[in-house]
């Protein structure tokens, strides 16, 4: 059985991938000196200049990007390349204010689909499989490129998207997929489903590639068990392409990096100290074939561990530990990205005090968000019928604004408890890291 994607590039001894990444990343920064205004005031801001890049090594003398330089630069400011060598984006499932745009030549497209195709093939996938991508497609990037990577590998591909439970299982069965792509939380809604209609025995899935949110070693052993699959992690973000930038092999433990095409870092999130390899930190990429949307030593925010030692599977990249939280405070609710800010600025727009705590949970694995507020001494005095059409116009307002619906309680007054240091708006029951 074919075992790589790209044997000669995944087994690559590692000194001759640093000579890689160096020529590659010595060639982008001369790119996006040359190509983006915005790069340049960056690294001219830090006294740098494309002459002091001579390799890997001095990767830490360029400046960080962040998701702040992103809205910054919103929509074009980053783009490198002509608009008329562009030919697709894609956006975060985040929401209208901090949408993130990504841009693609039809060679970044190209590179990407094979990030996918490597982790398809590294879970066993062939031109005998039927692949169900059941993630979304459209501006979010899952659906597009495990469908991209799945044409590369030969797949019969299945472009299903998410949602429409009955009939992805009804396609599962009939058409004998062996591959699933999803979100975990939707695998295994997809499992009970299966289950609750007796079509567990008619499954012939060997293996789901499951990402793009956080989810425990307990939800693989179960989704696993359910499904009678092999449940493997992928990890990805728009920034960088989407999915594929590391995915897991059959050793199951811990994501390879597609170290040709992004040089990973783990800093120190308030220093920012570049750490050693086993440190825990946040995550830095630096995307070094990308021609239309570069990203230059972008800070991820996920906090993780990078590893180095050797894997069984044969394959030299490094490898990520499934993300272990954020340093920043933004949610993934249901695979949409939420901030906690967003969910104040609704309120307050909408004449509501900024008394309220947000409330996350999984149940039946899908998350729920409930949003408590605390109503003020005059509203708290109206008829049960009015608040609860006051709380609907909030619950339409928040779906305006995140794309995804919450639930909306109104509380009395002072009913919800003060701290007496940071005020504690989050609480997410669902233990994920
Ligand atoms: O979630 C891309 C993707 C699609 C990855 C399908 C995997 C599968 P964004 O919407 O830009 O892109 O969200 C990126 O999601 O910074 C992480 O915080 C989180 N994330 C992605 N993959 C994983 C994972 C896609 N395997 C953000 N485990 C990232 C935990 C993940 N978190």
Redesign the pocket.
């Known amino acids: 059985m074919k075992r790589y994607f790209h044997p000669e590039i995944e087994t690559m001894p590692r000194e001759q991938l640093r000579e890689l990444q160096s020529e590659r990343l010595v060639k982008q920064i001369r790119h996006v000196w040359d190509n983006v205004p915005y790069y340049r005031n960056k690294m001219e801001e830090k006294g740098v200049t494309p002459d002091d890049i001579h390799g890997v090594e001095d990767l830490p003398k360029l400046p960080f990007l962040s998701k702040a330089d992103l809205r910054d630069a919103y929509p074009y400011g980053l783009c490198a390349k002509p608009l008329s060598e562009c030919v697709r984006i894609q ?4 929401t209208t204010g901090r949408r ?1 745009v990504a841009f693609y030549t039809q060679h970044d497209i190209d590179l990407w689909e094979d990030c996918c195709a490597r982790a398809i093939t590294a879970v066993g996938g062939t031109n005998e499989d039927v692949c169900q991508v059941c ?1 979304g497609y459209g501006l ?4 597009p ?2 469908n991209g990577g799945s044409h590369k590998v030969g797949c019969l591909t299945l472009p299903m998207s998410s949602g429409n439970t009955e009939r992805q299982l009804q396609f599962m069965t009939d058409l004998g997929a062996t591959i699933l ?1 999803c ?2 939380s939707y695998a295994a809604y997809l499992a009970e489903s299966a289950i609750e209609s007796g079509l567990c025995d008619k499954l012939k899935l060997k293996a789901g ?7 425990t070693e307990e939800m693989r052993h179960d989704i696993e068990e359910k499904l009678g699959l092999k449940a493997y ?8 392409s ?5 995915f897991e092999c059959e050793e199951q433990r811990g ?1 390879h990096i597609n170290e040709d095409h992004f040089i990973a870092e783990i800093i120190d999130p308030v220093t920012e100290e570049v750490l050693p390899y086993g440190s825990k930190g946040e ?1 830095v990429f630096t995307a070094i074939t990308k021609e239309a949307f570069p990203m230059i030593r972008y800070r ?3 906090i993780c561990v990078l590893r180095d030692e050797p894997c069984s599977c044969g394959r030299t990249h490094i490898r990520m530990s ?2 272990m939280g ?1 340093s920043d405070d ?1 949610l ?1 609710i249901r ?3 939420v901030f906690p800010s967003q969910i104040e600025t609704v309120l307050l727009n909408n004449g509501m005090p900024a008394n309220y705590q947000i409330v996350v949970d999984r149940v039946n694995n899908t998350d729920t968000l409930d949003v408590e507020v605390e109503m003020t001494p005059e509203t708290f005095s109206d008829t049960v019928a009015e608040i609860s059409k006051r709380e609907n116009e909030l619950v339409n307002a928040l779906r305006a604004m995140l794309g995804i619906t919450a639930r909306v309680h109104l509380v009395a007054p002072k009913s919800i408890a003060r701290s007496e240091g940071k005020a504690v708006r989050v609480i997410d029951k669902r233990k ?1 890291y």
Not at 91 to 94: E, I, P
Not at 233 to 240: S, W
Request: charge should be negative; aromatic fraction near 10%; include cysteine.
């Open positions: 956006s975060t499932s985040g993130v993630y979010f990037t899952g659906g490129g495990l792509c979100t975990p590639i499951f990402g793009a949110e956080a989810w992690d992928i990890y990805g973000l728009t920034e960088l989407g999915p594929g930038v590391a994501m995550l991820t925010r996920d499934k993300p954020r933004m993934i695979g949409v990205n994920l």
